[in-house]
């Protein structure tokens, strides 16, 4: 665990340089906007240990899959996030000695990611070997605003010296992927250009095709005087510069501003790139660095409005909570339905395909919550839109008939995982996806949904489901053989409780929704049954059969859910059991021995009873919580934030406060020796659910907004800002009430403990005391 | 199923020359004397389809794993059997046009596989594209008798020319491996030279650094005249050749003999390696071809002696059986305890490393039977020697205190295979390894191996399994969990019946031995309890206590031991209710419909009973070989020869001679399209299992050796050759009687369907007449 972060309530600090820390902080001071993001580089030469990262949304390369041995049914390829061209690159050299921060002696070295305005920034003093002493201050921004665009802003003063700056400003393609199965490069180059002093480098990925145009326009000057860049650029493989020459006295700062695009073929025809990057590059000469600052800050404030969360009383609580907001925000706006959120979001390679369950188990409550409903509804969208892979993938594994299994890692829909026991068994992941459906209609209201879209994807899942189940008569019940749950400390077991009762769920649901559509909507029903040959007489009666008769295990002299079939049959030891020195078990401990023992990675069985917390009471909820929880390692990011939800429910605050700050701080704190990396975004989700469902007990149940809020007794109170159905909200909790402030002059009934009031516009506050009447 | 190889009771024949066919031909026609091998490639150049394949035993390289995640415990690389120098090239040129197969007119093409002398014989006309044809017969062999030594006759007839002939005969190292994870060459040259007309080359493995020196030595001659190579060689990087200039009249016959051998540094100091190979062609230039070939033909006719199968009345079966006994005598000669049995022998690159469990399961009681006593006892001595690593790879595992894990994969008794359903979890190879013990002092009597080098191994195989299980509070029974059987089509499974019988047989085993050694030697015990630490009190209780109270899974209902926890949830479908289709499932059903599946690759639960048939009844037998066999898919070439000796355990004389005939013929007819690559060697053990401990019934209980025999109705008779415990036999089995004659001046006893006899010198008929009275 690192401790170097400074505490600020709306920064993320680091003070002083250590190049240990470098590759951590490069992810922790990432940027983005949805559409590009990158690693925080710096943009002067460095060659210490870096991690180069640019990404371009959706921009991807299927690398060839890499297995010890072939198993029939495994996809081609791992898809992996491209870095891309590196746009950021401004080299300085002083009288012919390069700036690179690890051969110079560094001082007043501060790294700021300034959260509430959406920027970073860096300054440092570097004496070069020469003793010549430069001060630099750089900002950037990947602009929120306008998504194709971004600006730096990087000053550099000679304290002690007059001599001359050579500026090197580029754009370097010629980068890889640390993680390429086979050590290639992804990127071919297309063409490059240098006019109107601007650069431009287009790339197309290998196999994919993908075109990305990078351009950018540097300007350089002193004293308030342009210097003019050298009439020919510098051209490579894959590389585009212009430099500039700049003759300094002691003490003035040369001003450089970079104004850079990313453009692709997603989004424009491929030979209409480089004009669209021309037009783009127009828009940041037009307004300049401060008006596309201040779009940035008016576009976050935007931003915060709708999804911050104030924390009184607990610096670290509050930096925390407003980092992973940021990062959220960062790596999805729901401005387009083809992208989706990358665990490691556009801060590393890890994971390399962009979409998991993640998103749908845990990234869905806070966008539908903290972001307009057309967000939520794009990430729904984007399922729809694979439905048919998804409808291919399970023909790969001998399923028919219409019936999807949707991938277990995706960027296009194909399936591209490699792992067995991941690709074709981990495949709850389908349950996640219509539960997410659910989900949305229930916050929203939005029950058109299903007729829009929805029904096609259930039923797909459904017919998934009727048809990888089996009739077992040795117990007189259907079961699911062969799956790995989300604890993915198991693999290949039978009956996982929280597959069957997913897969239950979702043919329940799938007829009831067919059912809505038919009665709301017969025409949309008639095309849609029509389109999947939907055989509602013969379906409808399977999936009720089926779900009827489900077998879910359990154990009568535990009386919990067991999380499989032979789970007893395990040696029960408790972590509490567990020596510090063997944790975490997936550094410590041999695969073997983690899968023969007992303990978990994250608790499948609690995360069935956290979708489905209406069909158990809380005798049965405690009974389980004690059992599972005892036994939980918590090595997955995802897994804390469900039994901090839970532990609130079963009134365990002090539980529920500490499973909140197991993941709060994970990447500030590189909890886990793994944050150089990348972040780890999806889980980002997890905290803010921990606070919102977990201490506030919001949740929306028969189309009514409840809190069953309480306090952390290390706080003094909380504030969270929320939309619900046209309402936009913001709820205050502290010791002794809660305050709902509704900014619409629609008003809204809410549930309080289960007492129902009605909020007008403005601000209504409902003491314990009141409640307790 | 390919049907091109001509039936002949000694030889292996192909006529008439299919491109086509001919990767299928070079691993069908290899050759090899157990220290080196290699597959038919051509002499002369051909750029037709081919495998070229060069092996030398013992060498190998340790490939990086390539996987798609890595998991804790995973052995660092997968060992790969090396591609090595390829010395038998001699390209031939007429008037500088280079004969090449592909691309000339082949006629009278005949390719023969001598079993019976152990040499390779090819003959064709080729029509070169100037018209100009040649006639060539090419023999060669690798030494038997003077295993560093190989020969080549290569002869050319100038058929309708008269004109130059260009020979080239080189030593080639610039090879790779086809399967090479990453496309490396493995191989970096070390030395050349060319002196008093012989090439040497001298190759170093990477990262292993075992050197091999080949050399070979070229005589050309027309007409009894010998003619001169030029002066100097043709030198390359990991290239050596000499050539030769012919000048021949029309009718005139070139005769080229090439000797070459290989020498590595497991045998010489790697400075002494070129002098040894000197004096390896110095052995070779004065015996000369006819030298040698006397001593190939000697030498194959003892170990025919010893190891034959004469079939009557069935050619291909003669011919089929005759193929698997010379292709293990070319593979294992038992000369060497660092070698052993890899799957594919010297026939090709699947499976890398060289040794599974196939060794002590199938090849041993081939070994046993077949061969003097040190050959099997070298066998289990390489266990020993590998012990001290078995204990690490446990270690690595999280096992301690001795405790030994055999690799499922290994080259030098590291674990080398890579994925973890197999590394961590078939473990059964454990037991396997321990039976083998048993085995070879049930065969030999020689029970002194125990207190020699048994008894350490089963001390370390024993303490595993104590570690490896655990109590099962939920069953009242200890429990194995998280395995993979035999039946690799099921994954990660809970007491698996035949894994737990075998664990607590070697418990129990361990203990009797323990106990035996103590009884017989006790210096050398007191010495190995001290090598071990072992603590005999508390160990012996352990193991006792697990044995005793082992959990083994049955069926009430179909009285059957269940080959594990809830097999009987899967659908109970039949092999018979398979479409052809569908068959086989590992090509045709993706890896998850398999594992759900109830279809077995082979039935472990039938391995178990054939291991320990003492224990079963016949019903028991018959009821489970019922149950198994109709839901066995036989895709393991090692299935069907144990369900052929349970058939005529079972008095199923049809069911006996149809699993017999699946793998008898396997890469004959090519019947799993898979004989490219290499042939099935370990599974050919199993061919002969059948005949011997199948049709002829043949075992050893209480040191007296029995026989149980039927003559399939397909068959006149059969004869086999064997050795027991002192004495060679020759058992013929016909409609009426057996007849075993004895080599041997000592008598022995057998037991004939129960009943004795005395086998004095000389030849005994016992007719089943006589028997059934």
């Known amino acids: ?283 940041a000469q037009d307004k300049k660095f401060d008006g596309l600052f201040q779009d940035q800050v008016a576009a976050w404030a935007a931003k915060w409005v709708e999804s911050d969360i104030l924390i009184e009383g607990d610096v670290a609580a509050q930096q925390a909570i407003r980092f992973n907001i940021f990062q959220l925000n960062q790596t999805y706006t729901g401005a387009d339905a083809r992208l989706n959120i990358g665990p490691k979001g556009f801060t590393g390679e890890k994971y390399g395909g962009s979409t998991y369950w993640d998103t749908e188990a845990y990234c869905i409550p806070f966008y539908l919550a903290t972001a307009p409903q057309e967000v939520a509804k794009n990430l729904l969208i984007y399922r729809h839109n694979h439905l048919q892979k998804a409808i291919e993938n399970a023909e790969k594994l001998g399923f028919s008939g219409g019936a999807a299994l949707y991938p277990m890692v995706t960027m296009n829909g194909e399936e591209c995982h490699n792992e067995w026991e991941i690709t074709f068994e981990e495949i709850h992941r389908n349950g996640a996806i219509a539960f997410a459906i659910f989900n949305y209609i229930r916050y929203t209201g939005d029950a058109a949904y ?104 359990y154990s009568e002299k535990e009386q919990v859910f067991l999380q499989q079939d032979g789970y007893l049959d395990k040696e029960q030891m408790l972590v509490s059991d567990l020596p510090a020195s063997d944790r975490p078990l997936n550094q410590k401990w041999s695969w073997d021995r983690i899968l023969r023992s007992g303990f978990i990675k994250q608790a499948d069985v609690l995360q069935g009873m956290y979708f489905f917390e209406d069909d158990y009471d809380l005798d049965t909820l405690k009974r389980n919580f004690k059992f599972y929880e005892s036994r939980t390692v918590h090595e997955s990011s995802l897994s804390p934030c469900v039994h901090s939800i839970l532990a609130a429910r079963l009134s365990d605050e002090e539980k529920a406060y500490e499973f909140y700050l197991r993941t709060a701080r994970l990447d500030l704190d590189d909890y886990n020796n793994d944050t150089d990396d990348g972040l780890h975004i999806t889980s980002m989700a997890g905290t803010w659910m921990s606070i919102v469902e977990g201490f506030a007990g919001m949740k929306v149940r028969d189309n009514v907004l409840q809190f069953n809020p309480f306090l952390p007794s290390q706080w003094n109170s909380f504030t969270f800002s929320m939309g619900f159905r046209g309402t936009q909200l913001k709820v205050k909790i502290d010791a002794s009430q809660i305050s709902i402030t509704n900014f619409s002059a629609q008003e809204i009934e809410v549930a309080v403990f289960n007492q129902r009031y009605t909020i007008k516009e403005g601000e209504q506050h409902i003491s314990y005391n009141e409640l307790l009447v």
């Open 1 to 283: 665990m690192k401790n170097y972060i400074q505490p600020n309530e709306w920064k993320i600090v680091e003070e002083g340089f250590d190049p240990q820390l470098n590759k951590i902080s490069e992810s922790l001071f990432s940027i983005g906007n949805g559409r590009m993001g990158q690693r925080a580089n710096f943009e002067e030469t460095y060659s210490g240990e870096t991690l180069l990262g640019n990404y371009v949304a959706g921009v991807y390369y299927p690398d060839k899959t890499r297995v010890g041995w072939w198993k029939n049914g495994y996809p081609d390829y791992f898809a992996k996030v491209l870095n891309a061209a590196n746009w950021v690159s401004i080299t300085i050299s002083i009288d012919g000695e390069t700036v690179d921060l690890h051969d110079a002696v560094v001082s007043d070295f501060k790294r700021t990611l300034h959260m509430q305005e959406g920027y970073l920034e860096r300054q440092f003093t570097a004496q070069l070997k020469s003793g010549k002493q430069i001060q630099v201050v750089a900002k950037r921004f990947c602009s929120i605003a306008d998504d194709e665009l971004a600006a730096i802003h990087y000053q550099v003063k000679a304290v002690n010296f007059s001599g001359t700056i050579a500026i090197t400003s580029a754009i370097d393609g010629d980068v890889k992927n640390q993680d390429s199965n086979y050590d290639e490069k992804f990127w071919d180059e297309t063409a490059k250009q240098y006019t109107d002093e601007t650069l431009f480098l287009t790339m197309t990925t290998k196999k994919t095709a993908f075109d990305v145009c990078t351009a950018a326009f540097t300007q350089v000057s002193v004293n308030g005087k342009d210097i003019a860049p050298d009439q020919e650029s510098i051209q490579k493989d894959k590389f585009i510069s212009n430099a500039f020459n700049v003759t300094v006295q002691q003490g003035e700062v040369v001003d450089i501003y970079k104004y850079a695009c990313n453009v692709t073929s997603q989004n424009y025809e491929k030979d209409a790139l480089q004009d669209a990057a021309k037009k783009a590059i127009a828009r």
């Open 450 to 553: 299903l007729a829009e879209y929805g029904l096609e994807v259930l039923i797909g899942i459904a017919r998934f489901w009727k048809q990888r189940v089996n009739w077992s008569a040795e117990k007189n019940k259907y079961v699911i053989l062969g799956v790995t749950g989300p604890n993915e400390y198991e693999n290949n077991i039978n009956n996982n409780w929280y597959t069957n009762i997913l897969a239950a769920w979702c043919m329940r649901y799938a007829r009831e929704s067919a059912e809505y559509v038919k009665t709301t909507d017969a025409a949309r029903y008639a095309e849609i049954t029509g389109l999947t040959s939907f055989n509602e007489q013969q379906e409808f009666a399977d999936w009720t059969s089926i779900a009827d008769q489900m077998f879910y295990p």
